[in-house]
């Protein structure tokens, strides 16, 4: 609590840093109900801890009427949270959010109903995750990795990655395109079959080999490289 105004003050500055609408302090302060929604569940989550559960549950529909977000005083969250735009933002009682995280409108870090104690995600630093995007259950999401819009997440994402799609798949990780070829990580059909067309087209050129009992030609150049571009570990 006694630390409110600095983290009040560093709030501004990063979004100030990061957000290239954002014309003055004065405005980022006066304007930005995702940061107002922040401070809110500081206070209560500060109350939450000292045994004023019913005030802080009070004080966080407060701000949701406010803001339009929604904070559980009990989840756990980090330094310079950043709720862009934030109308629908919903953080569940077992959440938990790193350092720099930013998240846009409509956003759900919730449960998915089937389980107990520890049942909302954990977003790792510098996570971003789009607009619409709903994050549900006791996962990980690594840090750095990106969350794209409207996307539905239910398993755990690694670091430096991006997940996209209902249901959520990594699309990147680590800066190289990832192509799903194990059958019970499928979530991308377009994966599945991808990965059956390039077998079959490697069992079809060695039976060309055979058949015409020629020495192997190398593989082309471009398919060399767009195999070197991909990830194939997931
Ligand atoms: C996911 C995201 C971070 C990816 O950005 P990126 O790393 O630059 O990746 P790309 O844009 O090159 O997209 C990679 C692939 O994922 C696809 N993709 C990107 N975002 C997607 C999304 N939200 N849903 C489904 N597919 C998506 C792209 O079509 C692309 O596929 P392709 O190469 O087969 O065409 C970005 O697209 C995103 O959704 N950002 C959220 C922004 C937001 O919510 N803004 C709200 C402002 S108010």
New binding site residues.
């Given amino acids: 609590m006694p630390h409110l105004l600095g983290l009040i003050r560093e709030d501004v500055a990063n979004v100030m840093e990061h957000d290239p609408a954002a014309k003055s302090r004065l405005e980022v302060f006066l304007c930005y109900s995702g940061l107002h929604a922040v401070w809110f569940y500081r206070i209560n989550h500060w109350m939450w801890n000292h045994r004023l559960s019913l005030m802080a549950r009070w004080w966080s529909q407060v701000a949701r009427w406010l803001t339009g977000i929604e904070i559980h005083p009990a989840a756990k969250i980090g330094r310079r949270l950043f709720i862009?735009?934030g109308m629908g933002v919903v953080i569940g009682e077992t959440a938990i959010v790193g350092d720099d995280v930013t998240l846009?409108?409509g956003v759900t870090l919730g449960g998915t109903g089937k389980e107990q104690g520890k049942r909302h995600p954990t977003l790792e630093d510098n996570v971003?995750v789009?607009?619409g995007a709903k994050i549900l259950g006791n996962l990980t999401v690594g840090k750095n990795s990106?969350?794209?819009?409207?996307?539905v997440v239910l398993r755990n994402v690694p670091e430096q990655s991006?997940v996209?799609?209902v249901p959520g798949h990594i699309?990147?990780r680590e800066g190289k395109r990832v192509v799903i070829t194990d059958p019970k990580q499928i979530n991308d059909p377009l994966s599945e079959a991808l990965a059956a067309v390039a077998t079959e087209v490697s069992r079809l050129r060695e039976r060309v080999q055979q058949l015409e009992g020629s020495v192997p030609e190398p593989v082309p150049e471009r398919l060399q490289q767009i195999m070197e571009d991909m990830d194939y570990q997931i």
Avoid: E, L, M, N
């Fill in positions: 862009d735009h846009y409108q971003v789009g607009g990106r969350i794209g819009a409207g996307s991006t996209v799609g699309v990147f």
